[in-house]
C-alpha cells in the first residue's frame, strides 16, 4: 500500500510557476507507475501527466505539454510536477496517483493523495 501526499500548491499570478510535490510512503514506491490529475470546480477529474516507475516514459495532457514537467526521485519516494507560464484555466485541485500503467484514465490508478490547490490569477 502506498500514501501519497501532494504540497507545493497556491497562489500564483498568470506567466508564474509553481513545483508541486507528491511524498509517497513505502518502500514500494519504485513499483508504480505515477500520474498527476487535476480537478476544477464543477468539473471532472482530468488527466495532466504520468511518469513510468523507472521514469523514462512520460505522458502530457496536450493543454499542458511544453509547459508541465513530471519527473520522480525513488530516492526520495517523490514525484514532481514542475509548472510554468500558467494560466487562470490551469486553476484547480491537483492530486497525485499511483498505480500499474501511465494511461491518461484516473480509474486505472489505485492510489490517490489529498489534493493540493493551484489558484492562477489573471
Known amino acids: 500500500q502506498v500514501q501519497l501526499v501532494e504540497s507545493g500548491g497556491g497562489l500564483v499570478q498568470a506567466g508564474g510557476s509553481l513545483r508541486l510535490s507528491c511524498a509517497a510512503s513505502?518502500?514500494?514506491?519504485?513499483?508504480?507507475?505515477m500520474g498527476w490529475f487535476r480537478q476544477a470546480p464543477g468539473k471532472e477529474r482530468d488527466f495532466v501527466a504520468s511518469?513510468?516507475?523507472?521514469?523514462?516514459?512520460?505522458w502530457y495532457a496536450d493543454s499542458v505539454k511544453g509547459r508541465f514537467a513530471i519527473s520522480r526521485d525513488s530516492a526520495e519516494n517523490t514525484v514532481y510536477l514542475q509548472m510554468i507560464s500558467l494560466k487562470p484555466e490551469d486553476t484547480a485541485v491537483y492530486y497525485c496517483?499511483?498505480?500499474?500503467?501511465?494511461?491518461?484514465?484516473?480509474?486505472?490508478?489505485?492510489?490517490w493523495g489529498q489534493g493540493t490547490q493551484v489558484t492562477v490569477s489573471s
Open positions: 496517483a499511483a498505480g500499474d500503467t501511465t494511461r491518461p484514465y484516473s480509474h486505472y490508478y489505485t492510489y
Open positions: 511518469i513510468s516507475r523507472n521514469g523514462r516514459i512520460t
Open positions: 513505502g518502500r514500494t514506491f519504485s513499483t508504480y507507475d
